[in-house]
């Protein structure tokens, strides 16, 4: 196995143990740590919830005292840049530098404002051999959210809708089931994932959503509603302001198409049901600039997830 296909052998863990902090984490950025030596894993780590130990502390934390020798020949493996500034705690930048760690893969640059590469140079300055960029674009979509709201100064923005098979949000402009009980499950999960859920006004008074996680475990978004008094630019400001970093959009029909004619959006999910409607709400027409990135089918229902094209 060559260098490179070691390095992202071992970024792929750090991939996967990063997911496990993705309700505690927030708003701080899902991380995984992996400490390699002598082509032996000697240690692992996540960021389990904010305000405590980063990635690379929980993975130091679970050396072993008789592998603590291999740390002077090890490489440490992380999937965000790590960081260089004093917050809830210490710069892991320093912690690397005192464990005397030779060498240290990035999967990705940290776009916070007081990190930004300082925590790579940091490394670099103490000698270690620093390599960055490894299995990249996997390392940014574990945390486009949060990616997202440090570079674009506004949440990520999910617009979401369920549409019945002839393309309407309703039945003859009256409310209709159309999700399946898992697929209902499916979106209480997403909302669980995400800080906010907005509708419009008309949506908020005629079908009287809950917006709630009540079919998953988590933390209920906060609710917002879109109306003329509270503009998108007024929310999306308010958002930022208190760190929420995601937002679900979901509806109705001109409150999706208002984003989409801004081109306020980075994520469409639309789940499209068996049963024909006949006359309705129209549901929005795609933007063209987009990608399919997955496709699933649920008791029926197709639900496809589209992104931007790079």
């Known amino acids: ?41 000697i240690g692992e780590g996540y960021h389990v919830r904010c305000g405590e130990g980063h990635a690379e502390v929980n993975c130091f934390a679970s050396v072993s005292t008789e592998d603590e020798v291999l740390l002077s020949r090890s490489t440490l493996y992380v999937s965000l840049e790590p960081c260089s500034h004093f917050g809830r705690t210490p710069p892991c930048a320093d912690l690397i530098i005192r464990k005397g760690v030779p060498r ?139 760190g929420l970093q995601s937002l679900i959009v979901e509806g109705g029909g001109k409150t999706l198409e208002s984003f989409m004619e801004r081109d306020l959006w980075d994520e469409i999910r639309v789940e499209t049901g068996t049963i024909a409607a006949g006359a309705g709400t129209r549901a929005p027409r795609l933007p063209g600039n987009l990608r399919v990135v997955r496709v699933e089918n649920y008791d029926g229902n197709e639900i496809i997830t589209y992104e931007r094209k790079s």
């Open 104 to 242: 240290v893969v990035v999967g990705c640059v940290d776009p916070f404002a007081k990190v930004q590469g300082r925590g790579i140079r940091k490394l670099q300055e103490a000698g270690a051999e620093v390599v960055v960029g490894v299995l990249e674009d996997e390392c940014r979509e574990l945390n486009r959210r949060f990616i997202t709201f440090n570079t674009a100064l506004r949440p990520y923005i999910l617009l979401k809708w369920a549409q019945t098979a002839d393309g309407f949000l309703d039945d003859h402009f009256r409310p209709m089931q159309i999700s399946t009980a898992f697929t209902r499950m499916l979106t209480h999960k997403l909302r669980a994932e995400n800080d906010a859920i907005l509708v419009g006004r008309v949506t908020a008074e005629r079908d009287r959503p809950r917006l709630d996680v009540r079919e998953w475990s988590g933390r209920d978004p906060r609710r917002l509603v879109l109306s003329s008094a509270t503009s998108i630019d007024k929310i999306l400001d308010e958002c930022y302001q208190e």
């Open 1 to 41: 196995m060559t260098q490179e296909e070691t390095d992202k052998k071992y970024m792929r863990r750090c991939i996967q143990l990063a997911g496990n902090g993705r309700q505690s984490a927030k708003p701080n950025p899902m991380v995984g740590a992996v400490l390699v030596a002598g082509g032996r894993i």
